[in-house]
């Protein structure tokens, strides 16, 4: 079955900390990976994204995420979380025409 | 920077009425989706339409849905005869192709 998982639905950090969000996937073919941010009261916005290539992707504002083919994983790391980043993070692959979605994980970051 | 946008950004309906919600795509894109989410849970995907056909629908997507492209630049998508379940945030995206896709700001629809 396709699936989509995030490990963690609630993060609470203090600023500076370093963060890592945890993602799976299950699905047989190819996959487009992707990493979005919800801030409250907004809508999603592409953190950065994985077609192929370097398994190592950068994003936007200091994230990054790592694609390892063998764990069907694409976590999502920043060395220092800000209080700014306070905001739901949505794992997602496309696989073929849709996207599926992780559950979120709500990240806190304590100033 | 093209982006995707809804209108309205919030509908309040009655059960068993009839909605219609509106995306306008970024205008260079050829696939557009569907997506929702029910507050407090994930986002859902609804259906992608390419070519003036549904290329995939989920499970959600029964026969009380409808999408269309009325005009080459409107995607619409109704609900029949809306249940309060249906109460959620709805975001239309497009794409270029099976590439990144671009969400709109949602639709928040509340049944009563």
């Known amino acids: 079955a396709q699936s989509v998982s995030q490990h963690n639905h609630h993060v609470i950090l203090s600023e500076a900390a370093s963060l890592e969000l945890g993602c799976n996937y299950s699905y047989g073919g190819t996959v487009n990976l992707f990493w979005y941010v919800q801030y409250p009261g907004q809508h999603l916005q592409l953190l950065l994204k994985?077609?192929?290539?370097?398994?190592l992707v950068k994003g936007i504002k200091g994230f990054e995420a790592e694609f390892i083919k063998s764990k069907f994983s694409f976590n999502l790391r920043k060395p220092s979380v800000q209080w700014s980043d306070t905001a739901e993070y949505f794992c997602?692959?496309?696989?073929?025409?849709?996207?599926?979605f992780g559950a979120g994980t709500r990240l806190f970051v304590k100033a | 920077e093209p982006e995707v946008t809804q209108t309205p950004s919030h509908q309040v309906t009655q059960m068993g009425q009839e909605v219609i919600l509106r995306c306008v795509p970024i205008s260079n894109h050829l696939y557009f989706y569907w997506y929702r989410q029910i507050l407090g849970q994930k986002v859902e995907f609804l259906v992608s339409f390419y070519n003036n056909e549904i290329s995939e629908k989920s499970e959600i997507f029964d026969d009380q849905f409808s999408v269309e492209r009325p005009d080459g630049s409107n995607f619409t998508l109704k609900i029949r005869s809306t249940k309060l379940e249906d109460s959620a945030m709805y975001f239309c995206?497009?794409?270029?192709?099976?590439?990144?896709?671009?969400f709109g700001p949602g639709t928040r629809l509340t049944v009563t």
């Open positions: 994985y077609f192929s290539g370097d398994p």
């Open positions: 997602a692959a496309q696989m073929g025409f849709k996207t599926i």
């Open positions: 995206a497009s794409s270029e192709g099976k590439t990144e896709q671009y």
